[in-house]
């Protein structure tokens, strides 16, 4: 047990005649005591710890569930800016189930486009786009074929 072992290591330490100086022996007495306490406690209880818990199989993997309560929404927006010819906007709203919106823009090549459309089941998306306007294509200059050296 504990106690025995630290009586026979107390005994053949004892003699303090072996060390050179006070300091140094009480330093070793100091070190000991600490260790033999130390293993004292460990030996005389219970480990700080018990068995471990018992296996539970997890459950089969699957396709994860998001059901979700229908959030219905509603948004838009609109720019015009003259100066660097951006012209777009576009609305949305939704019930839950089905999406209905439009956007339109300006085109590069002068015409506007807008688009209608509705999603949602059964149907999916469908779009209507409509044009406005011409399009209208600067002139390019000619091709140059380059100078030869």
């Known amino acids: 047990t504990a106690s025995s072992v630290l009586q026979q290591i107390t005994v053949a330490v004892t003699p303090a005649k072996a ?7 009480m330093i070793l007495y100091t070190f000991l005591a600490v260790t033999l306490q ?4 460990s030996c005389g209880s219970e480990p700080p710890y018990g068995p471990p ?8 993997y699957g396709p994860p569930s998001y059901e ?4 219905p929404y509603s948004f838009g927006y609109a720019v ?26 300006l085109l590069p090549d002068g015409r506007k486009q807008t688009v209608i459309y509705t999603a949602g089941p059964p149907e999916g998306y469908k779009a209507e786009v409509k044009y406005e306007g011409e399009a209208k294509h600067p002139h390019e200059p000619a091709y140059h074929p380059p ?3």
């Open 19 to 25: 060390f050179s100086s006070a300091g140094t022996a």
């Open 38 to 41: 130390g293993i004292s406690q």
């Open 53 to 60: 818990p018992p296996y539970h199989r997890p459950e089969p």
């Open 68 to 71: 979700e309560p229908a959030k």
């Open 80 to 105: 015009h800016d003259s100066y660097n010819g951006n012209d777009f906007s576009a609305n949305e709203e939704s019930n839950g189930k089905q999406v209905k919106g439009s956007y339109n823009v």
């Open 147 to 149: 100078s030869p050296y």
